[in-house]
């Protein structure tokens, strides 16, 4: 089973950006979809963004325009380039991977981003 290891989080002011990483432990080329959901705490886990083999994305309202998702198959890994960061952004961020964006087959550990206002 693949195994899921992201990177990339921390804390960043209010406007900064961050790239979040994702690397898998085999070959992603025929994992159709990978991408990333988030937690905050109190709330429920909720996609931000999701990418297929063939590269069609889907993203959250709230991140649309300031988030982008992108995977590098001969490097195993999902990436996530996060800008115009707000607080509400914050919360632990997790990588997956599935047969598509809402059947989730492995889940990442998860990396913290905190963003302060």
């Known amino acids: 089973q693949v195994q899921l290891v992201e990177s990339g989080g921390g804390l960043v002011q209010a406007g900064g950006s961050l790239t979040l990483s994702c690397a898998a432990s085999?070959?992603?080329?025929?994992?159709?979809?990978m991408g990333w959901y988030r937690q905050a705490p109190g709330k429920q886990r909720e996609l931000v963004a999701g990418?297929?083999?063939?590269?069609?994305?889907n993203y959250a309202d709230s991140v649309k325009g300031r988030f982008t998702i992108s995977r590098d198959n001969a490097k195993n890994t999902v990436y996530l380039q996060m800008n115009s960061l707000k607080p509400e952004d914050t919360a632990v961020y997790y990588c997956?991977?599935?047969?598509?964006?809402?059947?989730?087959?492995?889940w990442g550990q998860g990396t913290q981003v905190t963003v302060s206002s």
């Open positions: 990418i297929t083999t063939g590269g069609r994305t």
């Open positions: 997956f991977t599935g047969a598509a964006v809402s059947v989730i087959g492995k």
């Open positions: 085999r070959s992603i080329n025929s994992i159709n979809a």
